[in-house]
């Protein structure tokens, strides 16, 4: 069964994106977009330009981290209504009792993001822009040529879907959540990749963000008052993700 849950305006969200119980139809199909050449996240004119949001030394921290996030070729990757899919327990197999630490632990997580935007929660990934499962990151390549282990990642991929007959582009994002973690840890990875997920690919400079390139000494389980001016600041700009065609 699909829920809606809509952004607060006393916490300074967003206001609701359609939020009827019809949101989320399932794509009948779907293609990868043609992109140019290139990396598919590059640095966006409009971050750059905002040299107010850039902390420098001997500077008090910039109110947010705009000029620290990427763009596509075709704008700035987000929706204003998403369909999140987060794997159920037992679909994986394993101990039930980790599972449920793991199901809370990503639930605690979304519950932030959902005091700002419009997400409905669905059943059937067909129908869903985020897909969150219980799984341990491949290993990556590091700069130095070693493999790197990590306890999320978010991975975007840009397609031409089609929903109730009607073709549009829109951003997928897998997001994997690694169980092999204590609660709070599995919260704050949780936290973090949803950022990425839900548009903000980039970094903070300041570890007590939930979006810090460099974690703190303690898990971060609560949004920040930049992490909120930042995704604030993302979602009053244009853009071509999930508008159909006319």
Not at 199 to 216: E, F, K, N, Q, R
């Amino acid at each position: 069964m699909a829920t809606t849950a809509t952004a607060r305006p006393e916490l300074g969200g967003l206001p609701p994106a359609d939020p009827a119980p019809g949101a989320c139809p399932p794509a009948r199909t779907s293609s990868p977009l043609p992109l140019p050449a290139g990396p598919l996240l590059r640095p966006a004119p409009q971050a750059a330009l905002a040299a107010d949001a850039i902390s420098t030394p001997g500077r008090r921290p910039a109110p947010d981290y705009r000029a620290r996030l990427a763009s596509t070729a075709l704008g700035w990757p987000l929706l204003r209504h998403w369909c999140v899919w987060v794997e159920p327990p037992g679909a994986s197999g394993g101990p039930d009792r980790w599972q449920r630490l793991w199901s809370d632990a990503v639930e605690q997580a979304l519950a932030q993001w959902q005091q700002l935007l419009p997400l409905q929660r669905v059943s059937d990934p067909g129908s869903a822009q985020i897909w969150i499962r219980r799984r341990r990151p491949p290993l990556v390549p590091a700069a130095d040529g070693r493999l790197r282990a990590s306890h999320g990642r978010a991975t975007l991929s840009l397609l031409q879907v089609e929903r109730n007959g009607r073709p549009r582009p829109e951003p997928r994002v897998e997001v994997l959540i690694s169980p092999g973690q204590r609660p709070a840890a599995i919260q704050a990875t949780a936290l973090h990749e949803l950022g990425h997920a839900f548009g903000l690919w980039g970094h903070s400079d300041d570890p007590l963000d939930a979006m810090a390139a460099v974690p703190g000494a303690e898990p971060v389980l609560r949004l920040s008052r930049r992490d909120r001016a930042t995704l604030l600041w993302l979602y009053a700009q244009p853009t071509c993700f999930g508008v159909a065609a006319p």
